[in-house]
């Protein structure tokens, strides 16, 4: 059985701990925040240059981008 934990159990236990460690924390969750944002924009990369390749894309400049958006 898989031991889950809810986002309430989280904060609670993390106010348990002193500011030093809380602190440690934050900065431990916002390197790995960026970590696995920077995962994910590198296979949304991977997608739309694969989408390119396979012709599934056109290129637009900024301004076309912009009037198809808004039509």
């Given at each position: ?11 609670e236990?993390?106010d348990?701990l002193?500011?030093a ?6 900065d431990?969750?916002?390197?790995r925040t ?10 949304e990369?991977e ?6 390749q396979?012709g ?5 400049t ?5 009037a198809e958006?808004?039509?």
């Open positions: 059985m898989e031991n889950t934990i809810t986002f309430d159990e989280v904060l236990a993390a348990k002193s500011l460690e809380q602190e440690t924390l934050l431990i969750l916002h390197r960026i970590a696995r944002r920077r995962i994910e924009l590198a296979k990369v997608e739309a240059q694969r989408e390119f396979e599934r894309c056109r290129r637009a900024p301004e076309e981008i912009v958006i808004l039509s």
